[in-house]
């Protein structure tokens, strides 16, 4: 496995930056403690952003059909708490702005929903990939509270 530093995840987002902003996050997966797999579509293109939080091959990348079937994710019969919760705030929602933080391994995701009273609310998915200090955290943008977060 190759080093995933700063300019390896800029330069993927930089390639996927127009996939990213207004893609509709269809379904969240989370088949271990530390993969994600977020199904998108944008523009009539579906893709599957696959995050990994492991900190020896910590990484993110859109996956192929091929490379589904190597990985072999299987997802549980009963989610994990995290991925309820990524559930409940996103699923559904669309990606508003995208960023990666200049010199850092981190790419937000910024959305922007409505929550259980009608109210405009703007949430901020975080993925931090630090090697054994990785996180995904989700956290209203407004107020700065952490929803949820996963180690």
Do not use: W
Request: charged fraction near 25%; include cysteine; charge should be neutral.
């Amino acid at each position: 496995m190759l080093n995933f530093d700063c300019l390896t995840l800029k330069a993927f987002f930089d390639e996927n930056i127009d996939f990213f902003i207004g893609a509709r996050l269809q379904k969240i997966q989370q088949p271990t403690r530390r993969d994600f797999v977020f199904s998108m579509r944008n523009n009539g293109e579906s893709r599957k952003l696959y995050i990994n939080i492991y900190p020896q091959m910590y990484h993110t990348c859109f996956m192929a059909v091929v490379n589904e079937e190597k990985r072999s994710l299987k997802t549980p019969k009963h989610p994990p708490m995290f991925c309820m919760l990524l559930r409940k705030y996103l699923e559904g929602c669309r990606i508003s702005d995208a960023r990666v933080i200049e010199n850092e391994r981190i790419l937000e995701l910024h959305f922007e929903t409505m929550d259980e009273l009608s109210q405009e609310r703007s949430l901020c998915l975080c993925i931090e990939l630090m090697g054994k200090h990785s996180n995904v955290i989700l956290y209203d943008r407004t107020t700065s509270i952490i929803i949820g977060c996963a180690p």
